[in-house]
Nanobody, 115 residues
Framework: QVQLVESGGGLVQPGGSLRLSCAAS????????MGWYRQAPGKQREFVAD???????TYADSVKGRFTISRDWAKNTVTLQMNSLKPEDTAVFYC?????????WGQGTQVTVSS
């Protein structure tokens, strides 16, 4: 089992920045990848970014150049730095961890981009 605790969501104006963090605990020695998904109202959950245990990073096209994902291996945390935020980035952001036994999700943190 892996437990995930997210933090860092909130309200920001267009063009602003937010930093999301996700701390993993439990069976963390079997983690293959850590990443972020988001779900906007009335839409399906979509991939945002992830980073594998080998260091490979992938971004959704919609966030390339604006979002940066990083991982602190010693602290088992994954961070999403979000810059140049747009109203269409408004969503609940979920941390996801992929392990050998299965996939785990955080509880979600709300990000609202509005003037």
């Amino acid at each position: 089992q892996v437990q995930l605790v997210e933090s860092g969501g909130g309200l920001v104006q267009p063009g602003g920045s937010l930093r999301l963090s996700c701390a993993a605990s439990g069976s963390i020695d079997s983690i293959n990848a850590m990443g972020w998904y988001r779900q906007a109202p009335g839409k399906q959950r979509e991939f945002v970014a992830d980073i594998t245990s080998g260091g490979t990073i992938t971004y959704a096209d919609s966030v390339k150049g604006r979002f940066t994902i990083s991982r602190d291996w010693a602290k088992n945390t994954v961070t999403l730095q979000m810059n140049s935020l747009k109203p269409e980035d408004t969503a609940v952001f979920y941390c996801q961890v992929q392990t050998i036994p299965g996939v785990y999700w955080g509880q979600g943190t709300q990000v609202t981009v509005s003037s």
